[in-house]
Structure formats: C-alpha cells, structure tokens
C-alpha cells in the first residue's frame, strides 16, 4: 500500500496516514487496558528517541519503496539484526567478537549483491534503506529498554510522537492529487493495517527475546517478493536473491549467537 501511495501522492501525506491511523487504535487501547493514566512513563526521554526513530525508519522505507522493488527494498532493511548484533555492544554490554564481524560482513555484502553500485540497475534510494536498517536496530534496542513502561504506553507514544510530527510537515507537502477511490481507501488501510502490525511487534518483544522472533520477521521476505510479483510484475533476479539469502541467513546466525553467548 505505501508503494502505491508513494508513487501517486507524496511521503508526508502517507507518513501522517500511517500514524494518525496508528494513534486512533492506541489511544482506546491504552486507555482500556491502563486507564486514563495510560500515558503516564517511567522513560519518557526514551520514548520520545524511540517513537522518533520510528517515525524516521518508516519515512525512509517508504521513500525507498518509490524507486526500489518491493523484495530488494524490503531485503535491505532486514540488513537491521545485523546492526542489532553490533551495536548490542556499546549499547547493552554484550560481547560483540570477531566472528560475529565476519558474518556481519557477509550480511552486508549482501547488500552489495542488491544494490550493485556502479551498475544500471544502482539506485541511492538503497543507501536510504541502509540508514534505516540501522536507525531501525536503535529502535529495536530502544524497545527492549521500556520494559518498565507498560507495552500499550509505547504503542501509544510511538503513535501521537509519528502523529505530531508528520502534521508540522504537512504544510511543505505538496497537494493531493486527485485519486481513484481505492486509493482514499489505502490511506486508510494504512494507518489501520500498519497500527495493528506494531502493536503486535511492540506485544511480541515484550514478551519473548529477539532471537526466537527473528527468524520470524524474516517471513516477511516471502511476503515481499510474493506481493511484489502479484501487484507490481516485479521479481528479484539471480543476484538479488544470493543478496537476499546472505542477508537473512547472517541476521538469523548473529541473533541466534547472541542469544547463546547471554545464556
């Protein structure tokens, strides 16, 4: 869906449709499971750096979308387990060694395989997926430090933070153009679809460590390139399916590593 609206509309319109449709859902939420002091934080600073992280990974991705292929650009992102496991050692004490580099390394040579820059087919929209890889994997990070707040408190922050700031950008947006009506339909669907998928996620950390839903996260490859091909005609070729599997199979190996070298 923001592929769609990406192309059609603009990024703002559909950054502020993805979190005014997130904030309709967490704010009632919230209020039923924690009652009308649902907003109240013990980590309000690192709420407010969490809520904005995702506000910059989201307006990254969906930027991309507009000149990537769904599977390639969805693949780049998934490059984040990887800067989780590197940056869990200046962040969260972990030990960080050399093979955990070197299957880094391959992880991102993945990208190479995608992107191929200095080829026809490079695009600098796939540095962008790259920087929101990382900023992502401070997200991530960000999340498993809230545990003292309550996991519908941070679905709601993520929500009205991405709300706030997508409508001071509005005024610079350029004007909607005139759409089919499925498309007014997507902008909807959007904040609903993509609301509901965070509070899963936000639900899901909080209760089970990252590397036994990592391998999960990675379904969602399958997905991409399915859509990809059923919406847009689009298929990843020889080397951006090696991309794909050198990315996938590192993240899984670094989160996986982790998990035994803290136990």
Same mark, same amino acid.
């Given at each position: 869906? /923001?592929?769609? *609206? !990406?192309?059609?509309?603009? *990024? $703002?319109? !559909? !950054? =502020?449709?993805? @979190? @005014?449709?997130? *904030? #309709? #859902? /967490?704010?009632? $939420?919230? =209020?039923? @499971? #924690?009652?009308k002091n649902f907003w109240r934080t013990q980590k309000l600073g690192l709420q407010l750096f969490r809520s904005c992280l995702l506000v910059a990974t989201a307006a990254l991705f969906f930027a991309g979308l507009n000149w990537l292929p769904l599977a390639e650009a969805s693949s780049i992102t998934f490059t984040a387990p990887i800067w989780v496991a590197i940056l869990s050692g200046p962040i969260l004490g972990e030990r960080v060694g050399l093979k955990d580099w070197l299957v880094a390394a391959i992880g991102f040579l993945g990208i190479l395989f995608i992107a191929r820059p200095g080829s026809a087919i490079f695009h600098l929209a796939a540095l962008l997926l790259v920087l929101m890889a990382f900023l992502n994997a401070i997200f991530q990070l960000s999340t498993r430090k809230l545990v003292e707040d309550s996991e519908y408190t941070t679905f709601f922050y993520s929500g009205i933070v991405g709300l706030v700031i997508s409508t001071v950008l509005l005024p610079i947006a350029a004007p909607l153009p005139t759409l089919p009506a499925y498309e007014y339909a997507l902008f909807g669907l959007i904040g609903l679809f993509g609301g509901i998928a965070h509070l899963l996620v936000v639900l899901a950390f909080y209760q089970m460590r990252p590397y036994k839903l990592t391998p999960l996260v990675f379904l969602q490859l399958i997905w991409a390139v399915g859509y990809g091909y059923l919406i847009f005609g689009e298929l990843p070729d020889g080397l951006s399916v090696v991309g794909m599997i050198l990315i996938a199979s590192s993240g899984i190996w670094l989160i996986w590593n982790h998990r035994t070298i803290s136990t």
């Amino acid at each position: 869906m /923001a592929k769609i *609206l !990406v192309q059609d509309t603009n *990024l $703002i319109a !559909v !950054v =502020w449709s993805r @979190f @005014f449709g997130q *904030l #309709l #859902l /967490a704010a009632p $939420i919230a =209020w039923y @499971f #924690l009652g009308k002091n649902f907003w109240r934080t013990q980590k309000l600073g690192l709420q407010l750096f969490r809520s904005c992280l995702l506000v910059a990974t989201a307006a990254l991705f969906f930027a991309g979308l507009n000149w990537l292929p769904l599977a390639e650009a969805s693949s780049i992102t998934f490059t984040a387990p990887i800067w989780v496991a590197i940056l869990s050692g200046p962040i969260l004490g972990e030990r960080v060694g050399l093979k955990d580099w070197l299957v880094a390394a391959i992880g991102f040579l993945g990208i190479l395989f995608i992107a191929r820059p200095g080829s026809a087919i490079f695009h600098l929209a796939a540095l962008l997926l790259v920087l929101m890889a990382f900023l992502n994997a401070i997200f991530q990070l960000s999340t498993r430090k809230l545990v003292e707040d309550s996991e519908y408190t941070t679905f709601f922050y993520s929500g009205i933070v991405g709300l706030v700031i997508s409508t001071v950008l509005l005024p610079i947006a350029a004007p909607l153009p005139t759409l089919p009506a499925y498309e007014y339909a997507l902008f909807g669907l959007i904040g609903l679809f993509g609301g509901i998928a965070h509070l899963l996620v936000v639900l899901a950390f909080y209760q089970m460590r990252p590397y036994k839903l990592t391998p999960l996260v990675f379904l969602q490859l399958i997905w991409a390139v399915g859509y990809g091909y059923l919406i847009f005609g689009e298929l990843p070729d020889g080397l951006s399916v090696v991309g794909m599997i050198l990315i996938a199979s590192s993240g899984i190996w670094l989160i996986w590593n982790h998990r035994t070298i803290s136990t």
